[in-house]
Each structure stands twice: as C-alpha cells, then as structure tokens.
C-alpha cells in the first residue's frame, strides 16, 4: 500500500480515483493479491 502510494505521489494527476486504481492493481497483479490475502 505503502508503495502504491509513493507511486501515486510521483505520477502526474490522473481522473482515476484511489479505488479504482487499487481494484485496477489487484486484478493485474497476482503477488499483490497473494500479499493482501496473507494479512
């Protein structure tokens, strides 16, 4: 989360909000999914 938030910081403004570009990690990214899924 953490990191994603860093990501977001340095990326120029986007109209996407904060939900949808988690929703649009979590289903690309497996790890990310794996991670969530542990805590």
């Known amino acids: 989360m953490a990191l994603l938030l860093?990501?977001?910081?340095?990326?120029?403004?986007?109209?996407?909000?904060?939900?949808a570009a988690l929703v649009r990690a979590y289903q690309s990214n497996p790890q990310l999914n794996a991670q969530?899924?542990?805590?």
């Open 6 to 19: 860093l990501c977001s910081a340095a990326a120029p403004v986007s109209a996407d909000t904060i939900e």
């Open 36 to 39: 969530r899924a542990s805590v």
